[in-house]
């Protein structure tokens, strides 16, 4: 048996009553990925093929490659990239989240909010 850590993260908080979703998400060859967006809780992800262009806010932008682990804290975090890095190759990886009961996984930044916290953009 072969066991390799790839990430160790704390996770600010939890939500309650929290419950977990595995998904895989992904993206053709140069796809932006989804848009300047937030999650309820904390997201752990691991890339399985392709490079992933990640950013979170106060972070500067990188390059998630396959075999390469990332994680988010959610909460009032805004995730402003995760789209493909290579224009000729799909990323494909998979996420697991903490959801918070009754909100979506996924909740979309307003253009007003983004111009707003421009500043916090590395």
């Not at 932008?61 to 909460?75: H, I, L, N």
């Not at 493909?84 to 996924?106: A, I, S, Y």
Request: proline share 13%; aromatic share 8%; glycine share 10%.
């Amino acid at each position: 048996m072969a066991l390799t850590v790839l990430q160790e993260a704390k996770p600010p908080f939890v939500p309650e009553g929290a419950h977990a979703m595995t998904i895989v998400i992904e993206y053709p060859p140069g796809d932006p990925g989804t848009p300047p967006h937030r999650h309820p809780g904390p997201a752990f992800g691991y890339v399985l093929e392709g490079e992933m262009v990640f950013e979170l806010e106060g972070e500067p932008p990188r390059v998630v490659r396959a075999g390469e682990a990332f994680w988010e804290p959610g909460g009032d975090v805004i995730h402003y990239q995760d789209g493909n890095h290579r224009d000729d190759v799909p990323v494909r990886f998979t996420v697991t989240m903490l959801c918070e009961p009754g909100k979506p996984m996924v909740d979309l930044v307003t253009e007003d909010e983004l111009r707003a916290k421009g500043w916090s953009r590395k």
